[in-house]
């Protein structure tokens, strides 16, 4: 059984550095072609694609988000994490880690349950 | 990034076909995923790869995809249909993802 699990602080100040992980189970993410993704979902807004790190450590990022991005991966404590600088108040929202078959272009399945975090003074 | 449209909502009546389109500059010539999200729960993905009905799916759901147009239907609508709907593609060109902006579909 797949499954992912998001962790990190649910309050973080503007300005801060926000560090989030993914720790998952029932997969490898040094199997050829798999992949883990952060998406995150602002309160009643759209879902957003974050970043992606590749089981060969290539990493992809949304274009608008890449200078305030970091992702990286390790393998022997099977945990995906992500790192966003300079928080602000619109980065309020539940973040969630997904795996995928990358090479395959597959869908996110499964997610995570989501964390929520609050950027707030 | 791709940019991909959804009507923010669709109301259809219990029993009724509820119709949720997804549109994006050849959509056709990519596969498309479907997820359905309700309140406080993560994103369930209930059609892959255009059309493919995940293992638990009802059959009530179905999925094609052609031209600039990707479409979500949902027979025979139950209450418990009721939902957020959101496409999802892969930019092969830059590796990243892209979802639409969601449908809120509300039963009747």
């Known amino acids: 059984q797949v499954t992912l699990r998001e962790s990190g602080p649910a309050l973080v100040k503007p300005t801060q550095t926000l560090t989030l992980t993914c720790t998952f189970s029932g997969f490898s993410l040094t199997t050829n072609g798999m992949c883990v993704s952060w998406i995150r979902q602002s309160p009643g807004k759209a879902l957003e694609w974050l970043a992606r790190?590749?089981?060969?450590?290539?990493?992809y990022y949304n274009t608008s988000l890449r200078s305030r991005l970091t992702i990286s991966k390790d393998t022997s404590k099977n945990q995906v994490i992500l790192t966003m600088t300079n928080m602000d108040p619109v980065d309020t929202a539940t973040y969630y880690c997904?795996?995928?078959?990358?090479?395959?272009?597959?869908?996110?399945?499964?997610w995570g349950q989501g964390t929520q975090v609050t950027v707030s003074s | 990034s791709y940019v991909l449209t959804q009507a923010p909502t669709v109301s259809v009546a219990p029993g009724r076909t509820a119709t949720i389109t997804c549109g994006g500059i050849n959509i056709g010539v990519n596969s498309v995923h479907w997820y359905q999200q309700k309140p406080g729960q993560a994103p369930v993905v209930v059609i892959k790869?255009?059309?493919d009905r995940p293992s638990g799916v009802p059959e009530r759901f179905s999925g094609s995809n052609s031209g600039n147009t990707a479409t979500l239907t949902i027979s025979r609508v139950e209450a418990g249909d009721e939902a957020d709907y959101y496409c999802?593609?892969?930019?092969?060109?830059?590796?990243?993802?892209?979802f639409g902006g969601g449908t809120k579909v509300t039963v009747l």
């Open positions: 997904a795996r995928a078959s990358c090479n395959q272009r597959s869908p996110f399945d499964p």
């Open positions: 790869y255009d059309s």
């Open positions: 790190i590749d089981w060969d450590d290539d990493a």
């Open positions: 999802q593609v892969w930019d092969v060109i830059t590796g990243q993802a892209a």
